[in-house]
T-cell receptor
Framework: QQPVQSPQAVILREGEDAVINCSSS?????VHWYRQKHGEAPVFLMI?????EQMRHEKISASFNEKKQQSSLYLTASQLSYSGTYFC????????????FGQGTELSVKP | EPEVTQTPSHQVTQMGQEVILRCVPI?????FYWYRQILGQKVEFLVS????????KSEIFDDQFSVERPDGSNFTLKIRSTKLEDSAMYFC???????????????FGPGTRLTVL
């Protein structure tokens, strides 16, 4: 089942904060966060495995709620380089670990 | 340094032609994946490959698609008779250095942009 991301798009001024949410109707095994610049491949940011876990990548952090049904990505003091589309992905339980991605959140940071 | 390399970076082909996209892992890994991304849309799973065999394929991965690891190194995705709707970015990804497909990070290659005219 595809995770649902919100919002679909965010426009920020440099230095502002943003939160991107990734939700599912059932517990997720793990959540993988990626950032993709236009015309490039998705770049791995971080993975959350445990309910209540928090992770950090530079000034970007993420949390995974206790029920493992929601993850949030926190971008603080945003930089121009943060611009891109952020995807959350969750592996399929069944086999092979394929990632099922949300529809993406487009983040634009303006000077 | 990329975890995998992909060639070509851009492929333009005529509808009905066959294309082969290549993925070269930098080091040995257990799991390989092909994903597709139509312009402006999300990344979609095509097929996973484990221990030189297909472990799972999506509905998109119909009879026109095939994957091989012909020499134990390069990993190829073949589209036999391309359609206009096959135009997309195709990404190869790898994971599973420890065998935990559900918890290992997937690293994406730079992608091949396929344009079908």
């Amino acid at each position: 089942q595809q995770p649902v991301q919100s919002p679909q798009a965010v426009i920020l001024r440099e230095g502002e904060d943003a939160v991107i949410n990734c939700s599912s109707s059932k517990a997720l095994y793990s959540v993988h966060w990626y950032r993709q610049k236009h015309g490039e491949a998705p770049v791995f940011l971080m993975i959350l495995l445990k309910g209540g876990e928090q992770m950090r990548h530079e000034k970007i952090s993420a949390s995974f709620n206790e029920k493992k049904q929601q993850s949030s990505l926190y971008l603080t003091a945003s930089q121009l380089s943060y611009s891109g589309t952020y995807f959350c992905g969750t592996p399929d339980y069944n086999q092979g670990g394929k990632l099922i991605f949300g529809q993406g959140t487009e983040l634009s940071v303006k000077p | 340094e990329p975890e995998v390399t992909q060639t070509p970076s851009h492929q333009v082909t005529q509808m009905g032609q066959e294309v082969i996209l290549r993925c070269v892992p930098i080091s040995n890994h257990l799991y390989f994946y092909w994903y597709r991304q139509i312009l402006g849309q999300k990344v979609e799973f095509l097929v996973s490959f484990y221990n030189n065999e297909i472990s799972e394929k999506s509905e998109i991965f119909d009879d026109q698609f095939s994957v091989e690891r012909p020499d134990g190194s390069n990993f190829t995705l073949k589209i036999r008779s391309t359609k206009l709707e096959d135009s997309a970015m195709y990404f190869c990804a790898r994971s599973g250095t420890s065998g935990g497909a559900l918890t290992d990070t997937q690293y994406f290659g730079p992608g091949t942009r396929l344009t079908v005219l």
